[in-house]
């Protein structure tokens, strides 16, 4: 889930340094769009380390004159990719709950959305482990928008705790990273790493789970 405008924007995985002026045209727009499109695919399927930009020309159907207009490095580009794509790249975070909301059933719903959108996404998230270990400013900028992530979730566990609704005893902080690690770990396994006994059972159930584990731990009622 995204934050509300009170929480302010989140922190960007791409390097504003490397992302240019749009084109002014719809034809240059589109053009952009189509190398985007290619970019991630060939991301996807390659690695980052493998990808050369012919490779990215080729998946587009367009000359390396075409490719340079737009973009001045395979760096340029995925920049490009991640700054299109982060807003779905969700990280689990709790809505506001009012007096009426379950508060389990919250939580359970903002994993679900999570794990839905982690499943649209699953081949460019492991595409983003594998930079952020070979990219120490790229690690850097990921791990920072976790954070922020993690931020949020811990106002939500403290505002819980305010009401009753959480073990008090808890640090609200440190509470948060353990659970969003948890989820984001988890999502990580099943859709990425994967193994058959891990593959075969539903999202729901998964879901659930992490999501009871999460009430337990912040004994809810």
């Given at each position: 889930?995204?934050?509300?405008?009170?929480?302010?924007?989140?922190?960007?995985?791409?390097?504003?340094?490397?992302?240019?002026?749009?084109?002014?045209?719809?034809?240059?727009?589109?053009?952009r769009?189509?190398?985007?499109?290619?970019?991630?695919?060939?991301?996807?399927?390659?690695?980052?380390?493998?990808?050369?930009?012919?490779?990215?020309?080729?998946?587009?159907?367009?000359?390396?004159?075409?490719?340079?207009?737009?973009?001045?490095?395979?760096?340029?580009?995925?920049?490009?990719?991640?700054?299109?794509?982060?807003?779905?790249?969700?990280?689990?975070?709790?809505?506001?709950?009012?007096?009426?909301?379950?508060?389990?059933?919250?939580?359970?719903?903002?994993?679900?959305?999570?794990?839905?959108?982690?499943?649209?996404?699953?081949?460019?998230?492991?595409?983003?482990?594998?930079?952020?270990?070979?990219?120490?400013?790229?690690?850097?900028?990921?791990?920072?928008?976790?954070?922020?992530?993690?931020?949020?979730?811990?106002?939500?566990?403290?505002?819980?705790?305010?009401?009753?609704?959480?073990?008090?005893?808890?640090?609200?902080?440190?509470?948060?990273?353990?659970?969003?690690?948890?989820?984001?770990?988890?999502?990580?396994n099943?859709?990425?790493?994967?193994?058959?006994?891990?593959?075969?059972?539903?999202?729901?159930?998964?879901?659930?789970?992490?999501?009871?584990?999460?009430?337990?731990?912040?004994?809810?009622p």
């Amino acid at each position: 889930m995204e934050p509300t405008d009170s929480e302010g924007a989140l922190p960007s995985m791409a390097r504003t340094s490397l992302l240019r002026d749009l084109p002014t045209t719809q034809r240059g727009l589109r053009t952009r769009d189509g190398l985007i499109a290619a970019g991630r695919t060939v991301f996807e399927r390659m690695g980052y380390l493998d990808t050369r930009l012919i490779d990215i020309t080729q998946e587009a159907n367009c000359s390396s004159g075409t490719f340079y207009t737009y973009f001045a490095s395979k760096e340029e580009i995925f920049a490009a990719i991640l700054e299109r794509a982060q807003e779905d790249m969700m990280h689990p975070g709790m809505a506001h709950v009012t007096g009426e909301d379950d508060p389990a059933s919250i939580v359970e719903a903002a994993n679900l959305a999570y794990f839905e959108a982690y499943k649209r996404n699953a081949k460019l998230m492991g595409l983003l482990e594998q930079v952020a270990n070979i990219d120490p400013e790229f690690g850097k900028l990921r791990q920072q928008r976790a954070d922020a992530f993690i931020g949020r979730n811990a106002r939500g566990i403290a505002e819980l705790q305010r009401r009753g609704l959480a073990d008090p005893s808890l640090d609200p902080v440190l509470t948060s990273r353990a659970l969003s690690s948890m989820v984001s770990r988890m999502a990580f396994n099943y859709f990425v790493t994967g193994g058959e006994e891990l593959e075969q059972m539903p999202m729901e159930e998964v879901v659930h789970t992490v999501s009871r584990l999460w009430a337990n731990a912040l004994r809810m009622p």
